[in-house]
């Protein structure tokens, strides 16, 4: 069953089974997931610096591209959803430019920026035919991002794993929504079809979800963050800027694995933001999200998808 709504997106996410993005997963997104991702009928995405080194990411794309349009030959009346690759546009990152290049020759369809909106990257985007998510953690950045040439924005409240913002969903989506009637996508504890409902009637045109796909087979996280997901709920969810600089939700478990307490963290620099050091790190410091409870088992992407699916009709055909 394809996903119908009234408000208007552009049409690459016509195809889409559900209105969901995988969001990029630092580490863990690579292309088993993103392409089973969009087989399923969500748009599946990842993080540019998850391919290293910095070559690997021509091939992604191109695995990506070809798996991707093999699928849509064979099944005409089910293609896939877009893709998309995440770009943190922060100074640290000193691979911007040479994976921008990457994305032009491939022509990826939605480049996801985070950590700085830039006007030059998304002309660049334009340019080759892509579109521009900015995900944001306030109306200040919202304005910015759209000033500067964003399609959409990405609103990543509290509760959302990894890099994560203080505001509620419902406040913060009835705030842009009242100057912005775009592609908006929310973000925060997200797990099930009836949240993703949830954040359509908030104003939302779709549903950014993360942590879910954390615990499934193609998912590159070891065996024992995939079982950290499955076993941990809300309160297992520690916020903290230690670890890159930037204030974001990881589990409890992880940190005290790693000799610190959890209840105690002290404050970083936010000036010391550096994406290398953030990169080890996050191997022994584990991203998730609040949203975590609704996460029971580890399984294939297709089959999350399926069951967030038909939650999501549950859920609409009790409202009616």
């Not at 969901?20 to 997104?29: E, K, R, T």
């Not at 770009?87 to 369809?109: G, Y």
């Not at 919202?142 to 509620?168: P, Y």
């Amino acid at each position: 069953m394809r996903y119908e709504t009234d408000m208007a997106l552009p049409p690459l996410f016509e195809t889409l089974a559900l209105p969901v993005i995988g969001s990029p997963l630092f580490i863990i997104s690579g292309p088993d997931l993103v392409i089973a991702q969009c087989k399923a009928g969500i748009v599946g995405s990842f993080p540019a610096l998850n391919a290293r080194p910095q070559a690997q990411l021509d091939e992604w794309l191109h695995r990506i591209t070809e798996e991707l349009a093999a699928h849509d030959r064979a099944h005409p009346d089910r293609p896939a959803a877009p893709f998309a690759v995440n770009q943190i546009v922060h100074r640290s990152n000193d691979r911007l430019e040479a994976d921008l290049a990457t994305c032009a020759k491939w022509k990826v369809p939605i480049v996801i920026t985070s950590l700085g909106a830039r006007e030059d990257l998304n002309t660049a985007v334009h340019g080759w035919g892509g579109i521009i998510l900015h995900d944001v953690i306030d109306d200040r950045f919202a304005h910015k991002a759209v000033e500067k040439g964003a399609d959409g924005l990405i609103l990543v409240c509290t509760g959302a794993g990894g890099h994560a913002g203080r505001l509620n969903p419902f406040a913060f989506t009835q705030e842009v929504r009242q100057w912005f009637d775009g592609p908006l996508a929310l973000s925060g504890a997200i797990a099930n079809g009836g949240a993703v409902l949830a954040a359509q009637a908030a104003g939302a045109d779709l549903a950014y979800v993360g942590s879910p796909f954390i615990a499934t087979a193609e998912a590159s996280a070891v065996p024992a963050y995939k079982q950290a997901v499955v076993d941990g709920r809300a309160d297992d969810i520690v916020y903290s800027n230690l670890f890159t600089g930037v204030h974001g939700n990881y589990l409890r478990g992880s940190i005290v694995a790693a000799g610190l307490d959890p209840d105690a963290l002290p404050e970083s620099d936010h000036s010391a933001m550096n994406f290398g050091s953030a990169a080890k790190a996050w191997k022994d410091i584990w991203g998730a999200g609040q949203g975590i409870g609704a996460v029971d088992a580890v399984v294939p992407a297709a089959d999350l998808v399926a069951r967030m699916a038909a939650e999501y009709q549950a859920a609409r055909t009790r409202l009616l």
